[in-house]
């Protein structure tokens, strides 16, 4: 058979690409070998943050400290936590996936591609295999976890971000590799659910691509909740003893033996690429697998294009979706649209939570700016000093001639709801005077970049309450 295009995957790449394909009515079909919907809404942002909401609401009710108000948590029946887990993301996959596909009309076509010359696709079902041939093909089969080569780890066994959300008990203990955003966020989840947490970071400090003072102050509040965090570490082995895993490794340049019930790796993902036969149609990988494209989102056959995390770049559901929309417009039209991703937000569902757009301090830099920056620490922000959780700070990084904001980095409460208007901010290129002079809400989080923004002429100390 053959259509306008076909796409391989079924994520919000794909999904996003599609309905700009029918919306001006070319011919689609989606291939999919696995579940519909891609890694955000079955293994990943949705099932994710639910869990993590949850074991936010159980921790609030251990150790809220508002006077006058007496809170407990109880035992957790995690088979019908995970059950919950499970029905909301059925629930989602059919109504933002299944559905939608449906409404839309185009073909959906469960199993497996691979690129023959052709270019073509064969794709075998459970019905048998059949050529697909179509005018642009678009490659949105994701990345899946990724494990570091450790001696033993592959015997050992471990759980991933993914298995890890299906454990129908909880461990005594847990230790996770990777201190970026999966592994935080795990560690925090199981920590709040009860698991004593050791977290290992290979580099220097956890959240290692944020602002080093974001790092330091998200440490401190992790200890607070029991979390053992290692940097600076050089995992060498691990192995199995009885019913734990046992692993060794030099930290900061000591040798330690770390034990736990359970391992769980977050050490990164890799694009999804080894099985579809980029080689026989001389479309060009880079060194993790990732389908290499240009700003247009083409690869370098003039017919294939590749959207989403499979080519290595930003892995947001917003980036994939963005991306694939693109590729397709470009596809279709012979166009050069490209993405902006200056002001490309990113947010980490830690507690307290980190978002961040623009160019960290270091980044700054080394693109040749002369840097002014500022930290806001929300000791001095009255919706914390009122939620009684100053955990955190703003951190605003500002171009030191023209005062025009490059970059802003927060780490509080419901980070991510602040960032948009920083990311509004950095695409109509304002300068810290305007956010300063400009209206805000008092007694909100996002109160924090305006505040934020005023430490550039006054000190800290100075700021009035009412942010004057």
């Not at 461990?171 to 004593?196: I, K, Y």
């Not at 102050?217 to 979390?227: R, V």
């Not at 099985?275 to 290499?292: F, H, P, S, Y």
């Not at 590749?306 to 693109?326: C, E, H, M, N, R």
């Amino acid at each position: 058979m053959r259509y306008d295009v076909a796409i391989i995957g079924s994520g919000a790449a794909a999904f996003a690409a599609a309905i700009t394909a029918s919306d001006v009515g070319a011919e689609v079909v989606m291939i999919e070998r696995g579940r519909v919907g891609g890694t955000c809404v079955n293994v990943g942002c949705v099932p994710s943050k639910a869990l993590l909401a949850a074991a936010a609401t159980r921790h609030l009710a251990a150790t809220q400290h508002f006077p006058g108000i007496a809170t407990s948590a109880g035992a957790i029946d995690i088979p019908l936590l995970i059950a919950g887990k499970n029905e909301l993301v059925t629930e989602l996959r059919a109504e933002k996936y299944l559905d939608l596909a449906a409404d839309y009309g185009w073909h959906l076509l469960r199993g497996h591609a691979t690129f023959v010359a052709g270019p073509a696709l064969e794709v075998t079902t459970d019905d048998g295999t059949q050529r697909i041939e179509a005018d642009h093909y678009l490659i949105a089969t994701g990345a899946s976890p990724w494990a570091p080569p450790i001696e033993g780890l592959p015997d050992a066994g471990f759980l991933t971000s993914t298995t890890a959300m299906e454990l129908t008990e909880i461990p005594d203990s847990l230790l996770v590799l990777g201190g970026n955003a999966v592994g935080l966020e795990m560690a925090q989840l199981f920590a709040r659910l009860g698991s004593r947490v050791t977290l290992v970071e290979a580099l220097d400090r956890i959240a290692p691509f944020e602002e080093p003072e974001i790092s330091e102050a998200l440490t401190s509040a992790l200890a607070d909740e029991g979390i053992t965090v290692h940097t600076a570490a050089n995992v060498r082995q691990v192995s199995r003893e009885g019913t734990g895993y046992v692993v060794h490794a030099d930290i900061a340049g000591t040798p330690r033996t770390l034990t736990a019930d359970r391992l769980l790796v977050a050490t990164g993902r890799r694009p999804n690429t080894t099985q579809l036969g980029l080689d026989r149609i001389d479309v060009k990988t880079g060194d993790r697998g990732e389908v290499l494209v240009d700003a247009r989102q083409q690869t370098n056959h003039p017919r294939i294009w590749a959207a989403g995390d499979v080519t290595g770049g930003p892995q947001f559901v917003y980036v994939a979706a963005a991306q694939g929309s693109l590729a397709i417009r470009n596809a279709l039209q012979d166009g050069t649209d490209r993405l902006d991703y200056s002001a490309l937000p990113r947010v980490t569902f830690t507690e307290p939570s980190i978002a961040s757009a623009g160019l960290t301090d270091a980044q700054a830099v080394a693109a040749g700016y002369r840097c002014e920056c500022r930290v806001l620490p929300l000791s001095a922000v009255p919706r914390a000093i009122v939620n009684r959780d100053t955990r955190g700070l703003v951190k605003i990084v500002a171009e030191a001639d023209t005062g025009r904001i490059l970059g802003v980095h927060i780490l509080a409460h419901n980070a991510g709801e602040v960032i948009a208007a920083a990311v509004y901010a950095l695409s109509a290129r304002m300068t810290v005077a305007q956010i300063a002079e400009t209206w805000s809400p008092y007694l909100t989080t996002a109160e924090a970049l305006r505040l934020a923004a005023q430490t550039f002429t006054r000190d800290v100390n100075k700021l009035s309450c009412c942010a004057a």
